[in-house]
């Protein structure tokens, strides 16, 4: 099964710097998505972005994808502390009409105050 | 919004038990999901659900069943408690195909 794969594995960066976090994978999708885990905890949604965009904003958040290259990245501007956590890219299978999602193996964002 | 719990935060079994892990959403949800994460590996499916009394394995379903008898609610079942079943369990559940997953907070289980 196609796998997302998140580079790079860990960031660390000062408060009020921006984050860049990028996502390969490697079949069609409908489209792609972004998760946040805080340590310990359950996933949260972040933004989903379909195959026929390039690009989305939700308030500090910046997603583009390329489906020619198979890939996406993220981007989280003027960072806080709070903006710790893990990020996850998610995809789905054109081919499948499950639901199902293919998690990459995450980002750990550490963001000094 | 939309609120997916798990009957437990942390759980501790010794091998050889029967375990349930339960889920329940309140969204009306078709679909839900049962993950486990570990280091190293990320999340692995191992099964999900879109509809009452419909289960699909998912890419790791050794040792583990499912029921899904009412829409709101999805459990996990270890027939028989393993070590190598020591993880971080999370439910998810979705409104359709190929929209945003909704997360519980995790089921962290030991087995001794």
């Known amino acids: 099964s196609q796998q997302g794969e998140e580079d790079p594995q860990a960031l660390s960066i000062q408060e009020g710097e921006n984050a860049t976090m990028n996502c390969s994978y490697k079949?069609?999708?409908?489209?792609l998505q972004w998760y946040r885990q805080n340590s310990g905890r359950g996933l949260v949604h972040l933004i989903l972005i379909r195959s026929n965009e390039r690009e989305k904003h939700s308030g500090r958040l910046r997603v583009t994808l390329d489906t020619s290259k198979k890939s996406s990245s993220l981007l989280i501007t003027a960072s806080r502390a709070a903006d710790t956590a893990s990020y996850f890219c998610a995809t789905d299978e054109r081919s499948s009409n499950t639901g199902k999602l293919i998690f990459g193996q995450g980002t750990t964002l550490q963001v000094k105050p | 919004d939309v609120k997916v719990t798990q009957s437990s935060r942390y759980l501790v079994k010794r091998t050889g038990e029967k375990v349930f892990l339960e889920c329940v959403q309140d969204?009306?949800?078709?679909?839900m999901f049962w993950y486990r994460q570990d280091p190293g590996l990320g999340l692995r499916l191992i099964y999900f659900s879109y509809d009452v009394k419909m289960k699909e394995k998912g890419d790791i379903p050794e040792g583990y069943s499912v029921s899904r008898e009412k829409k709101e609610r999805f459990s996990l079942i270890l027939e028989s408690a393993s070590t190598n079943q020591t993880s971080m369990y999370l439910c998810a559940s979705s409104l359709g195909d190929w929209t945003a997953q909704f997360f519980g907070p995790g089921t962290r289980l030991t087995v001794l």
């Open positions: 079949t069609s999708i409908n489209n």
């Open positions: 969204m009306d949800h078709e679909n």
